[in-house]
Each structure stands twice: as C-alpha cells, then as structure tokens.
C-alpha cells in the first residue's frame, strides 16, 4: 500500500505562509501609518505620492520666500515711515519759520530741521534686513535695482524694488533747506515735497507688492493643503482597517497552525492501524 505525501498538511502551509505575508504588511501599516513601505506595494500610487511630495516640497520652499520678501518689506517700510514722519516735521518747522520769527527762533526751528535730515539719512542707510540695504542702493556696492524672489513653481518670479533714498538724492541736506527768508522758505518747502513724493512713491511700490505677496502666500497655501489631503488619500493607512485585517490574520494563523497539528498526526495514524492489522 502506497502512502502519499501531506497534500492537505501542505497545502495549510503554503496558506499559512501567504497570511504571515499578509500579518506582516499590516503591521507594517499599523506602525508607519502608510500604506505604502516599500516599491513593491503599488508602484504607480507610490509614484503619485513621490510627485506630490516633491511638488509639496517646492511650494513651501516657495512660501518661505514668500514670508522672507514680506518680513524684508516690512523692515523697509517701517524705515520709510520713520522718514516721512521726520520729513512732515521738517515741512511743518519750515512753514512756521516763515512767519513771524526772531532769528533767534530761526535757529532753534534750523537746528530740529537738520536733527530730522540727520534721522532720515541714518535711516536711509541703516534700514536693512541680513545686511541687505533697500533705501541705500548707491550707498552699498553691487546692490542691484531689484531683488528677484521666486514665489511659485512657475516662472512667476516676483521683483521688489531698490531706492537711493538719502538725503543727498531727496535734495534736502542741510545746507539746502533754506529758512532765513520767506522766498527760501517757499523754496525749501517745494524741496520737501518733492523728497515726500519719493518716499511716498517708494511706500506704494512696497504695499502693492506685499499686498500681491500676502495674496499668492494664501494660493500656495491652499495648494499645499489639496496636496497633501490628495496624497494622505494615496498613501496613508487607514488604522482601523489594517487591525481588524491583522485580527482576521492572527485567528485564522492559529487556525491554521492547529489544522496543520491534525494534519501531520494522519500519516503516523494510518501507520499504527497498518502495524495493528498485521
């Protein structure tokens, strides 16, 4: 009489090994909370996901940018305000010395006028964020006309202004505000408004591009949310899922390890019945 090989003992095993396999990739999830942890999980998704991430990547290098050219226009602007500030009380001495003034009040009113030069100058030059000077561009060699920031991962680069905002080129350095006669006044004043005009042109330029600045920080924001929600959609486990997969597998693991125990007695039972029929 011929005795076969286990086919069932087998056949258990071979099913056994397939639910370790399957044990095994969900604790994998459980732990990483991904899906996807290796090449052979699903090469296309795993593709997708890598895309998205790197694009993921890019845009918040973009937005990083982004802040950076808000916080240099902010650091600039405040240095502006302070000018025009200084700037409006240089016009507002200069009126008042053109009326009824001893020379002796001309001269307190001319010494607050070039203590407000001297602020705008030390603003001019010492306005700058990580040593870079915005209000000073003739004042620091090599400072460009423009600072070129990338805002997107299109080629929409974004452009933010240098001025040369100094006393000598507002033309209000001490010696031109005049004020010892009412026709140098009216000439002064007309120096100072004129100075007020390019600080006021250089604020707006600086708004209008913060302004567009804040605007595109919000839209790069907004993508990286979709792309990340559409790359957790690819790539991240769902927990609960994968611990009722790994319960099923460990039942039917010790299911299968005790049908395999039922399986190997058969051929040594068959083997007492044969010797007891002798």
Do not use: W
């Amino acid at each position: 009489m011929r005795l076969n090989h286990n086919l069932q003992s087998l056949n258990v095993y071979r099913n056994l090994l397939r639910t370790e396999k399957k044990q095994s990739v969900a604790m994998n999830r459980i732990n990483t909370g991904s899906k996807l942890n290796s090449a052979a999980d699903d090469p296309n998704r795993i593709s997708q996901s890598e895309r998205l991430k790197l694009g993921i990547r890019s845009l918040n290098s973009c937005s990083r940018n982004i802040q950076d050219s808000v916080s240099l226009i902010q650091t600039m602007d405040g240095g502006l305000s302070g000018m025009s500030e200084s700037l409006q009380r240089i016009r507002e001495l200069t009126v008042q010395a053109g009326g009824m003034m001893t020379e002796k009040d001309k001269e307190e009113i001319k010494k607050e006028i070039n203590v407000m030069v001297d602020n705008i100058n030390y603003l001019a030059k010492n306005t700058d964020m990580n040593g870079l000077s915005m209000l000073n561009r003739d004042g620091i060699e090599g400072t460009p006309d423009y600072i070129i920031s990338k805002i997107s991962m299109e080629d929409d680069d974004i452009k933010i202004p240098t001025f040369q905002l100094t006393t000598d080129k507002l033309g209000i350095e001490k010696e031109q505000i005049d004020i010892s006669t009412v026709d140098k006044v009216g000439e002064s004043l007309e120096k100072i408004d004129s100075a007020m005009e390019k600080v006021i042109t250089a604020r707006s330029s600086y708004g209008s591009i913060q302004n567009r600045l804040e605007s595109t920080f919000d839209i790069v924001q907004d993508t990286v949310l979709a792309m990340e929600g559409a790359d957790s959609m690819i790539s991240d486990a769902d927990v609960a899922e994968e611990i009722l997969n790994l319960t099923t597998k460990n039942i039917i693991t010790e299911a299968s390890n005790a049908i395999m125990v039922q399986t190997n007695r058969m051929p040594s039972e068959v083997l007492n019945i044969l010797r007891n029929m002798k």
